[in-house]
């Protein structure tokens, strides 16, 4: 079982800036492609970010220009870093980590979940 841990949540005015990490275990990291994903209350969890093994990545329209998600392969880690936060990306945000074979999941994990406040 893979376990995936986010952290670097928190509360933060508008205009500032987090990073959040998500630690993953096993030896699948490096061959899965990891994303961010966000929930925001009362709405559906919404794609933010995803990072392939190549370093492909691919974003939503709403923070293009803001957010950046990385990998180090060598700790099993997954960034996001978000810049000039505004209060609409308030959110839990989750970690993913999955992998596509011949258009068939193989596996699909989620984190437990990191809450992200903007708010003045």
């Known amino acids: 079982q893979v376990q995936l841990v986010e952290s670097g949540g928190g509360l933060v005015q508008p205009g500032g800036s987090l990073r959040l990490s998500c630690v993953a275990s096993g030896s699948i990291f490096s061959i899965s492609v990891m994303g961010w994903y966000r929930q925001a209350p009362g709405k559906e969890r919404e794609l933010v970010a995803t990072?392939?093994?190549?370093?492909?990545?691919n974003y939503a329209n709403a923070v293009k220009g803001r957010f950046t998600i990385s990998r180090d392969n060598a700790k099993n880690t997954v960034y996001l870093q978000m810049n000039s936060l505004k209060p609409e990306d308030t959110a839990v945000y989750y970690c993913?980590?999955?992998?596509?074979?011949?258009?068939?999941?193989?596996?699909?994990?989620w984190g437990q979940g990191t809450q992200v406040t903007v708010s003045s």
């Open positions: 993913n980590s999955r992998r596509v074979i011949v258009g068939i999941t193989r596996y699909n994990y």
């Open positions: 990072i392939t093994s190549d370093d492909s990545t």
